[in-house]
């Protein structure tokens, strides 16, 4: 049985880190998505990227709509390896550090939280005030996982895939994901 793996996606600027993600997932057979994309989310796919919302939800296994905090993600009895919300604005990640779930996306983070299993934020905002640095903090100190989309040099990016590369490559070696993404550091 696959390992599956929830994806949220919100309406922050950067969403080409969703849709990189869940191609990368969609070529693993060990992997299972599903998907929850918040309305602000489609709407940012097709203001910043060349896709469709529909053609970005055609990459998961599963889709569920944000409103629907019936679904199976709102169950801590529905069993996930891990939650990555790619990428995530202040307001869910306000949601998620209050619990605070109005909508299926936070409501999944909240039972992520609750069973123990890992919720990695990808937060996507600059410069920070100290109310967002005080929510990662309440995130964090409840177990999620804050790995905001902050590139790194050193592996000598050619390309914007490069850099967007090497945020997913992070994500995937805190979810145990094997990858060849970026090239590692060896000193």
């Known amino acids: 049985m696959p390992k599956r793996i929830v994806v949220g996606m919100t309406g922050a600027s950067g969403v080409i880190y969703g849709v990189k993600i869940l191609s990368l997932l969609r070529e693993r057979k060990d992997i299972e998505t599903h998907l929850i994309i918040s309305e602000a989310g489609k709407r940012t796919i097709e203001i910043e990227t060349d896709y469709r919302a529909d053609e970005v939800a055609a990459m998961a296994d599963v889709v569920y709509d944000n409103s629907n905090v019936g679904a199976a993600p709102a169950s801590g009895s529905f069993i996930t390896e891990a939650m990555v919300v790619i990428p995530c604005t202040i307001k869910t990640l306000a949601g998620i550090a209050n619990s605070y779930a109005d909508n299926l996306l936070v409501r999944a983070a909240d039972v992520t939280?609750?069973?123990?299993?890992?919720?990695?934020?990808?937060?996507?905002?600059?410069?920070?005030?100290?109310?967002?640095?005080?929510?990662?903090?309440?995130?964090?100190?409840?177990?999620?996982?804050?790995?905001?989309?902050?590139?790194?040099?050193?592996?000598q990016p050619k390309t914007i895939d490069d850099i967007i590369h090497q945020t997913i490559g992070k994500i995937f070696d805190y979810l145990s994901i094997e990858h060849d993404l970026f090239k590692r550091w060896t000193g």
Not at 133 to 147: E, K, N, Q, S
């Open 113 to 155: 939280l609750k069973e123990k299993r890992k919720l990695v934020l990808t937060v996507r905002e600059t410069p920070l005030h100290k109310g967002h640095l005080r929510l990662m903090t309440m995130a964090a100190d409840m177990g999620a996982h804050i790995l905001p989309p902050v590139p790194s040099f050193y592996h």
